[in-house]
């Protein structure tokens, strides 16, 4: 193990996914570093792995039954490097400071191969929406909200969402912020498309990820065209990856939440995908009740005995994993190549543990990383930020148009980074290499700050 990777686990001992995620760039950014040592010098990998600044806060809030309830809150403003920190909220009940730093720090690499200007953060709480009314959620993002908004502003940093942020918490946390700020700007993206959200934004990340792996097919001719794909998770990701398969003619025969997963062999299509939709978005219920429509589905609970997910263990060409972080381990990554899979574009963030990325690399898959696959979310809310900027809003084409290119972009990035430092067709490479670049000049460029 590195020196600086030994003074950071030794600095903050708990920080597990933290420190799993810096160490996947810091191995394979070592032959920038051999190449440029002046990048060593300015002490670049000790700046780059410290937040700029993190804020933590008690979050009050009285239920239902009348009862006080306190949650954690935090915003880490990891890098400003290139711009305003830009990231998600997540709310759910395994959020904490390590969680959050793996999640700020992959953001600003991720950002900065969106060829759009955002520095990275990410910020969220312990609370679980799940199971809570509409007013609870409203009085907990207003708490929330309260005490954060003086953190943010629409060049300083701006959240947005991710698991257990959708549409009506950035809903409740926007309109704290105006009253408290007696302000209307781009504070947060991921809005309504009535007040000041973009067309597309909702789909951005799942289709991005699909996006992302055509792009790889068709570095070998090929394209999802027909390919049976799993897909896990069955929010707002999941649902927009399983979108785009369809439309380009591939088949997804899987879905999944935390408590279990179905298999549909014959194909979810649009109408069962419209069932989902409304069964996860509105219904806010659970996806066993797809079986209760489609009988001809098998549903299966989620069974932590096991030391592998059975969703990964079905014959399939493509796999999105779309659910959370370190949902396919060693076991999983051998039964999806051991089933004929050939290509992960991960709609998640670090959702493949080292060893299972290792196992991708080894059988020469066509393996897109979480940085660099799921960019479109964060890229799409780039551009809902330009929008605000001019008061004016793009049509469903342009945006989906500016989509692609930006998709396109990022995987030609990683394409010549990864050749240019001697590891061809390695796209996690080639992500870490291309964003660390890009990052730490700008950072150069600004002296000791
Ligand atoms: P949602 O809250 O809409 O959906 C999350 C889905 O993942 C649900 O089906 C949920 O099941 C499942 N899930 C969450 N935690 C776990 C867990 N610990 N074990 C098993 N299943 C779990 O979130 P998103 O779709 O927005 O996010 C999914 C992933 O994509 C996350 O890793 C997120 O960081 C990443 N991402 C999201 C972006 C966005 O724009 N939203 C952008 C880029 C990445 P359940 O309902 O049971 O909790
Ligand atoms: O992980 C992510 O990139 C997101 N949750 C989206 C962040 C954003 O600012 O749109």
């Not at 239920?63 to 990891?78: H, T, Y």
């Not at 009940?93 to 900065?112: D, G, R, Y």
């Not at 990856?241 to 879905?255: A, R």
């Not at 900027?389 to 989509?403: A, F, H, I, K």
Request: net charge negative; aromatic share 8%.
């Amino acid at each position: 193990m590195s020196d600086i990777m030994k003074s950071i686990i030794d600095r903050d001992p708990g920080e597990k996914e933290f420190h799993q995620a810096v160490e996947e760039v810091i191995e394979t950014i070592k032959p920038v570093l051999d190449r440029n040592p002046e990048y060593r010098q300015a002490a670049v990998l000790e700046r780059i792995t410290e937040p700029e600044r993190v804020i933590m806060f008690r979050v009050p809030w009285m239920d239902d039954q009348g009862q006080v309830q306190v949650n954690r809150g935090f915003r880490i403003e990891m890098n400003s490097a290139i711009g305003p920190y830009k990231g998600g909220l997540r709310f759910h009940p395994s959020v904490n400071l390590s969680i959050l730093k793996f999640l700020a720090f992959e953001q600003v690499f991720k950002n900065a191969l969106t060829t759009l200007s955002m520095g990275g953060g990410k910020g969220g709480s312990d609370f679980d929406p799940k199971g809570k009314s509409d007013n609870e959620v409203m009085r907990f993002c207003q708490s929330f909200m309260a005490e954060l908004f003086r953190h943010i502003g629409p060049d300083t940093d701006i959240p947005a969402g991710d698991i257990g942020v959708g549409a009506r918490e950035i809903g409740y946390l926007f309109g704290m912020y105006k009253k408290l700020s007696n302000e209307f700007t781009g504070v947060l993206t991921g809005k309504s498309l009535g007040w000041g959200g973009s067309l597309i934004r909702p789909e951005a990340t799942g289709y991005g990820a699909v996006y992302f792996a055509e792009e790889m097919l068709a570095t070998q001719n090929d394209s999802l065209e027909g390919k049976t794909c799993l897909v896990s998770g069955s929010g707002n990701v999941a649902q927009f990856t399983v979108e785009k398969i369809i439309e380009l003619g591939g088949k997804v025969v899987t879905l999944s939440d935390s408590s279990g997963y179905i298999y549909d062999e014959e194909g979810i299509d649009r109408s069962k995908l419209d069932f989902v939709k409304r069964l996860k978005n509105i219904k806010r219920g659970r996806i066993s009740e797809y079986i209760d429509k489609y009988s001809e589905a098998v549903y299966t609970d989620a069974d932590t005995t096991l030391d592998f997910n059975p969703l990964w263990n079905h014959k399939a060409d493509c796999a999105f994993p779309s659910a959370t972080q370190n949902e396919i381990n060693k076991k999983d990554a051998q039964n999806l190549v051991k089933n004929g899979v050939r290509v992960i574009s991960e709609g998640a963030n670090m959702p493949s543990t080292p060893d299972a990325i290792d196992v991708f690399l080894n059988n020469k898959l066509l393996y897109a990383p979480g940085k660099a696959a799921n960019a479109g979310g964060v890229a799409v809310s780039g551009l809902e930020m330009a929008q605000n900027s001019m008061r004016l809003s793009w049509p469903r084409e342009e945006v989906d148009s500016r989509l692609r290119i930006i998709m396109k972009s990022i995987h030609q990035s990683c394409l010549d980074a990864a050749t240019e430092y001697g590891v061809p067709g390695n796209y996690m490479a080639g992500a870490n290499i291309a964003g660390f670049v890009k990052v730490i000049n700008a950072m150069l460029d600004q002296g000791l700050v």
